[in-house]
């Protein structure tokens, strides 16, 4: 692993804002960007594809190994991810999407499957890398390290802004719910747990703006 090029990890739970801000500052600062999540979510869709039950380790396990995972910035800036040759971005986003990307996360050798293709991603000038174990499992050694975190009810309230705005029919109190399950679900699995790096900044953005938590992310890397 390259050990000289600088990383920024941002973990968080979901709906913490860690994506957005850390496209934001790998765009300032002129950094690559790794969306941890959108990995773990494409395998659940290729997953899904192949009809394959989420159950099953070891056909999970071949999935990861075999699921063709590329990233495309597309001219309005947006980042689309190619499953298998097929825009897969809208699906990934899901619920459905997110919630197997939990449950296969939770599965030791799917995590070891994946570590090496993130840490591919740690290329000249830097690296922003977002998820729930860059800063404890997949860069521990990252110049810089910060934990995201908000109420669960602000999350679910960003996620149902989110999707109604792309007109995704959801419940708020329904997102709550799956928000508070996958916090759990997360938090306990017995690999890569989420929790903050031991040397991780933690910013709460609970009723922050965007760009307050990106000065704030921005004032830590270059200090």
């Given amino acids: 692993m390259d050990t000289t090029t600088p990383v920024l990890t941002i973990d968080g739970p979901s709906g913490s804002g860690k994506g957005t801000i850390s496209r934001l500052v790998a765009q300032q600062l002129g950094w690559h960007y790794l969306d941890s999540g959108a990995l773990y979510r494409a ?3 290729a997953a899904g594809w192949a009809d394959i ?32 040759g097929l825009d897969a971005t809208d699906e990934l986003r899901t619920e459905t999407a997110g919630a197997a990307a939990s449950a296969i996360a939770a599965i030791p050798e ?38 995201l975190t908000a109420s669960a009810e602000e999350r679910a309230e960003r996620r149902y802004k989110q999707l109604s705005d792309k007109g995704v029919s959801v419940t708020l109190s329904g997102l709550l719910r799956e928000i508070l399950a996958r916090d759990a679900r997360d938090a306990q699995r017995a690999v890569a747990p989420l929790r903050p790096a031991d040397d991780a900044v933690r910013i709460d953005t609970t009723g922050l703006g965007i ?12 200090r």
């Fill in 43 to 45: 395998v659940g869709v």
């Fill in 53 to 84: 039950d989420l159950a099953d380790p070891a056909a999970l396990v071949r999935c990861a190994f075999d699921t063709d995972i590329r990233f495309r910035e597309a001219e309005d800036g947006e980042l689309r991810v190619l499953v298998n």
């Fill in 110 to 147: 799917v995590r070891a499957a994946l570590k090496d293709r993130q840490r591919q991603f740690c290329q000249p000038p830097g690296l922003v890398a977002d998820g729930r174990d860059m800063g404890t499992v997949i860069f521990p050694g990252a110049s810089v390290k910060v934990f």
């Fill in 211 to 222: 760009e307050d938590v990106v000065g704030q992310v921005l004032a830590l890397v270059k």
